[in-house]
């Protein structure tokens, strides 16, 4: 869905000003919510967009809005701008996170509807895209109000049943390593085809030459995650924006709609 994929030409540079980031391996500077990034251009653009991994901040260059940046500023506040309107920016910062989440949900969703072993969930799955798309079209007041942790759980149970009919496509024992602490793991190779990765942390994991098909990867930390020769072909719910944060190579498979990180080698 193109609407979930961000338009940085039509958002008013949301990310680089609403959230905050601290000094560390991700960024070479502290900033807090609400405070415009030093590099950040009166046009709304990143001043040194080209060179952000050289200059410290591989943070900027794995975070995606999943298009939440350009629905909040050509939507929600119909083209007006914090600079030129001053008054919007507290409830426009404010928004903007809850935006992205939403959006989140509706790339999951999404993807779950094109899953024909999901199919005994597609009327269930169709309804809660409905109402969460409907719901990215409220209103600042409306949207700054949501409960996004009670919609995220009922969206979770959903994506929960559809991970479970994917994964039973795939013959023998899974292995089970939601919320699994793999970081550093030496998984090389590793036969992890119709698992659940589910919110592993795999920070700095050799996943090299992994078979990581029909493997449920929703919120699996890849930061490091060495990734070269992996076959992530039909791996369920992975985001561009954990490609983004990992390393692979040429050799490394993944899923049509996603694209391959410059980085990498």
């Not at 809005?65 to 119909?78: D, H, L, M, P, R």
Request: hydrophobic fraction near 40%.
């Amino acid at each position: 869905m193109p609407v979930l994929q961000a338009d940085c030409a039509n958002c008013f540079a949301l990310c680089c000003v609403a959230l905050p980031f601290a000094r560390s391996t991700d960024f070479a500077v502290d900033k807090p919510a609400g405070t415009p990034c030093s590099n950040l251009r009166q046009d709304f653009r990143c001043g040194i967009h080209t060179t952000l991994r050289d200059k410290g901040f591989q943070g900027c260059t794995v975070f995606d809005c999943f298009g939440a940046g350009q629905q909040v500023s050509q939507v929600t506040f119909e083209g007006r701008d914090w600079r030129a309107h001053p008054g919007t920016s507290r409830r426009m910062f404010e928004v903007f996170p809850v935006m992205r989440q939403l959006h989140e949900l509706l790339f999951y969703l999404a993807e779950a509807l094109t899953l024909p072993a999901a199919r005994p969930v597609h009327p269930e799955l169709r309804r809660a895209l409905a109402e969460t798309e409907a719901l990215t079209r409220s209103d600042a007041e409306t949207l700054a109000a949501t409960d996004v942790g009670a919609r995220r759980a009922a969206v979770n149970t959903l994506l929960l049943k559809t991970s479970d009919l994917v994964r039973a496509t795939v013959p023998g024992r899974k292995k089970n390593h939601r919320g699994a602490d793999l970081m550093g793991a030496r998984l090389s190779g590793a036969n992890l085809r119709g698992a659940t990765l589910r919110g592993a942390y795999l920070i700095a994991a050799d996943l090299s030459g992994a078979d990581l098909r029909t493997t449920d990867l929703i919120g699996a930390d890849f930061r490091d995650a060495n990734l070269s020769g992996a076959d992530l072909t039909g791996s369920i719910f992975l985001t561009q924006a954990q490609l983004n944060a990992a390393r692979g190579d040429a050799a490394t498979r993944i899923p049509p709609t996603l694209t391959r990180p410059s980085h990498w080698s």
